[in-house]
């Protein structure tokens, strides 16, 4: 895949804000609303839905990676990035496959990459801890993830309105 200058520089800016988002997000206390452990809003994942739909998959993809990568860098914890990794690129690979259906809105997307989101952590628990107890926490989180999916999407389509004279939007 070629870049251009733009797109180099539209991907590495939606990167920046991702990373923002993803440390942002710490500073917001959903275990008080939510008293479940490990549930997250997934912020960064508004710029994911956003990159897919504005750019495509191949630099969507691009971006998650190195938002990955980045984060696990930059917060010092190299053992999260399994976590990171496994999800993010079973959600991305998730919705891709649900993007290119004309069946589902954003919102449909976002909540199936959500839920994939979710699988591939508990995957990736399942990997590092070399037992299945994770799987039982599985049905909590795919529930919690209809709510914070549809708040990704939410708010994709509230950019994608905003964005829509800018000529960002491929397609």
Do not use: D
């Not at 452990?37 to 190195?66: E, M």
């Not at 696990?72 to 290119?100: C, D, E, H, P, Y």
């Not at 999916?149 to 000529?167: I, K, S, Y």
């Amino acid at each position: 895949m070629k870049l251009t200058t733009k797109q180099l520089t539209l991907c590495a800016v939606l990167t920046a804000m991702a990373l923002a988002l993803s440390y942002l997000e710490n500073f917001f206390p959903l275990s008080l609303a939510i008293p479940i452990p490990g549930i997250k809003l997934g912020l960064a994942n508004i710029v994911t839905v956003f990159a897919l739909y504005a750019l495509g998959p191949g630099q969507a993809l691009l971006i998650l990676i190195g938002r990955c990568l980045l984060g696990a860098v930059f917060a010092g914890n190299m053992n999260a990035l399994i976590f990171s990794l496994l999800g993010g690129v079973t959600a991305m690979l998730v919705m891709i496959v649900l993007s290119r259906g004309k069946w589902l809105s954003v919102y449909g997307v976002s909540i199936g990459g959500a839920a994939a989101h979710n699988c591939g952590q508990v995957a990736a628990a399942v990997l590092t801890l070399g037992n299945t107890a994770p799987c039982y926490y599985l049905p909590i989180l795919l529930g919690v993830s209809l709510f914070t999916g549809a708040l990704t999407g939410l708010v994709a389509a509230c950019l994608f309105r905003a964005l829509a004279h800018t000529g960002l939007m491929r397609g």
